[in-house]
């Protein structure tokens, strides 16, 4: 495999702790991943605060590589959708941020690896889309079954599952 996915998995639980330290009003954690809480919580726009955490936690990654833009993807895609989180109710398990980053990780990784042979292909826009869609739908219900511990997936945890995931999703679109 081209990317790292060791790489992916730190940048998606930096972005997941700072996010979750947002959410939760944590201010130490966000000055210890170099942001501010005071000004972000200033801040409205629940996008540009994810765009901002994303930006931070993967500013060290090379700029201009399609692995970085893809970790800058998913970083603000968890980040986002870990704010917009309904909080009346139950928090949010370290699990299922786990779970939400290996399917995040696996769906961007696998349509960055397929988009060149996509492009190829006699698509609609409408026919793209919806493969777009199956591959997030199959990425999450992988992610769920994924075996991943409910205190906090692990590196390795992090590794296998994409790694199998990713060879699932090719096996699966594989062309006959």
């Known amino acids: 495999m081209s990317r790292s996915t060791a790489t992916s998995a730190r940048s998606a639980g930096r972005g997941a702790a700072a996010a979750y330290a947002y959410r939760t009003g944590d201010a130490q954690t966000l000055r210890d991943l170099g942001l501010d809480y005071d000004a972000l919580r200033a801040n409205p726009n629940i996008f540009d605060v994810a765009h901002q955490i994303a930006q931070k936690v993967c500013e060290d990654l090379p700029d201009g590589t399609i692995e970085t833009a893809e970790q800058l993807q998913v970083v ?13 109710g139950a928090d949010v398990t370290v699990g299922q941020i786990a779970e939400e980053a290996v399917a995040l990780i696996l769906a961007e990784a696998y349509l960055v690896e397929t988009a060149s042979a996509l492009n190829t292909k006699d698509m609609t826009g409408t026919q793209r889309a919806s493969f777009e869609n199956d591959v997030r739908q199959a990425a999450e219900e992988l992610a769920a079954h994924a075996n991943l511990s409910p205190t906090g997936a692990s590196a390795a945890e992090f590794t296998r599952a994409i790694e199998d995931g990713l060879e699932y999703l090719r096996a699966l679109h594989e062309e006959p």
């Open 76 to 88: 603000a895609n968890l980040a986002e959708w870990l704010m917009q989180r309904d909080t009346s």
